[in-house]
């Protein structure tokens, strides 16, 4: 037999672990991070043995004393190295059986690691769906402010970053508040289906008890329970979503983490990045180097990666539980600490960055960038839109030519390539180019407007969602403090 303190379950072996197998398949290190979970888990499970008479009520108790030393010691235990147990449900349980010895036995009753992982990653996954949310907010606030301080300003949109029409720097900005906007969506989806109770599902085919699944549901503060056992011990669909949105994230803040590349350049500079975002060069004593936008943008791959990894480790298993699964955990939470502290960094560096509007204006002014208004300006004089793109594109060749601007010809000038033109085409600017898009959804600064408020209004709205799923996450402190509920119709104080 075993030798090992970890062998909780060693009976059935004559030999003890190889040391490299045990090494092998450790997944403490990883998984020490659902301690928390863990215990929650636990302490609610045994709440409900206990209401349901399915363990003595004294075992309950001491259990539930134990736990509730455990919960003490929380920040220390999740820390702490100790490399006898094998996981972090073999490190809980281990841990409660030193401190109260055989009546820690009664706890695995009616529940497997199978289904108990199961637990612990959907209200790991519940809590940072929300913590996501909240950190896409707080980019989004950051992006409505800087909106909102830069109104009026007009910089070129670019396609195939090249000059294309003029926008507003607010309508710029918020084309990546609507970006996060679909994020939140996405996360607050993913949260309906993480919100399911597996326990219960045991080793794969439910358990010999009269359990009462739904009151470990509503002590947890979950909405439902699970309907298959064997699907709920094996789905990590809820981490695949998170992973999903996560990804769209990283790749949302990649794309803006690319533009302030471009804008705080030399070449374009249209901004600047605050000194406390950005670093020195060892070797070139000028250099300021936009290093945070660089690494969001590099770190994207990683996240990435994780969302195909964890695809790739489901597709080819069977029904139910197969130990592959534990290879689900490791890129999962670098992803999410990696696109919370991306989420967090965009967020300063946006607060703290100081637009450069003359800069913006002066290339908005330059390249022809009303070449387009120019042609709808024939068209409204009756000339179908193909022929009036040619008529101004010849307009432009000239322009080229002779080196100017659109806004510098005189009519005379203009009347030479068709007689439709008439005075207001004369000196067209930027700003009559953005006033003119006003659609809905355009760039026109009334247009801008109503956009900013709207995306202010949905901010509130979704604040009230990461409260909401906040306090419904289970208080792990009150969880372990409160009296043991007895079955309904049974005196809980029998036995003590
Ligand atoms: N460490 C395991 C995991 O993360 C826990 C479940 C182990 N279950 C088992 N039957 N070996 O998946």
């Known amino acids: 037999m075993s030798e090992t303190p970890d062998k909780l379950w060693g009976g059935r072996f004559e030999k003890p672990t190889a040391r490299r197998v045990e090494e092998f398949s450790t997944s403490l290190p990883v998984d020490r991070r659902l301690l928390r979970e863990d215990l929650a888990g636990s302490i609610a499970h045994c709440r409900m043995l206990a209401r349901q008479g399915i363990i003595p009520l004294d075992a309950a108790r001491a259990i539930l004393a134990g736990l509730a030393e455990l919960v003490e010691q929380v920040d220390q235990l999740a820390v702490a190295q100790d490399s006898r147990w094998e996981d972090v449900h073999s490190l809980v349980e281990g841990l409660l059986r030193e401190r109260i010895g055989e009546p820690a036995g009664w706890l695995h009753t009616a529940r497997s690691r199978n289904d108990q992982v199961a637990l612990d990653e959907r209200l790991y996954t519940r809590r940072a769906l929300a913590d996501g949310a909240s950190a896409i907010l ?78 470990v549901a509503q002590l947890l503060g979950f909405s439902a329970i699970s309907a298959n056992s064997l699907d709920a011990v094996s789905d990590r669909d809820f981490l695949v979503e998170h992973l999903a949105a996560l990804s769209l994230v990283a790749v949302h803040l990649s794309r803006l983490a690319e533009e302030l590349v471009l804008w705080s350049s030399a070449e374009f500079g249209f901004v600047e990045i605050d000194d406390s975002y950005a670093t020195g060069s060892s070797i070139m004593p000028q250099k300021k180097n936009p290093d945070v936008a660089e690494l969001v943008r590099g770190k994207t791959g990683r996240v ?30 670098d992803a999410v600490d990696t696109v919370h502290a991306c989420l967090e960094l965009t967020a300063g560096m946006v607060q703290t960055l100081r637009a450069r509007p003359e800069r913006m204006a002066a290339a908005a002014e330059s390249s022809f960038s009303t070449a387009t208004d120019l042609a709808d300006h024939l068209v409204r004089r009756g000339m179908p839109f193909r022929q009036a793109h040619h008529v101004v594109g010849q307009i432009v060749r000239a322009c080229l030519a002779s080196g100017r601007e659109l806004h510098q010809l005189t009519l005379d000038e203009l009347r030479h390539f068709s007689p439709l033109f008439d005075q207001t085409a004369v000196g067209l600017y930027a700003t009559d180019s953005v006033r003119a898009r006003n659609v809905p959804g355009g760039t026109a600064p009334e247009q801008v407007r109503q956009q900013l408020e709207r995306a202010e209004g949905a901010l509130s709205e979704t604040r009230q969602w990461v409260q909401w799923v906040r306090e419904r996450l289970p208080n792990l402190e009150r969880l372990a403090r409160a009296p043991l509920e007895a079955a309904p119709g049974v005196d809980s104080r029998a036995g003590a």
């Open 138 to 215: 707080d980019l989004q606030a950051a992006l409505l402010a800087l909106a909102r301080r830069h109104q009026d300003v007009i910089l070129p949109g670019y396609t195939h970053l090249q000059r294309a029409q003029p926008v507003l720097l607010a309508h710029h900005l918020l084309a990546y508040v609507e970006m996060l906007s679909r994020d939140l969506g996405r996360l607050r989806d993913a949260y309906v289906r993480a919100d399911v109770m597996p326990l219960g599902s045991g080793a794969l085919a439910g358990a010999p008890y009269p359990l009462d699944r739904a009151y």
């Open 304 to 333: 990435l990666g994780a969302l195909v990894a964890l695809l790739t480790v489901l597709k080819g298993l069977p029904l139910a539980y197969n130990r592959d699964l534990q290879e689900d955990k490791q890129g999962y939470f």
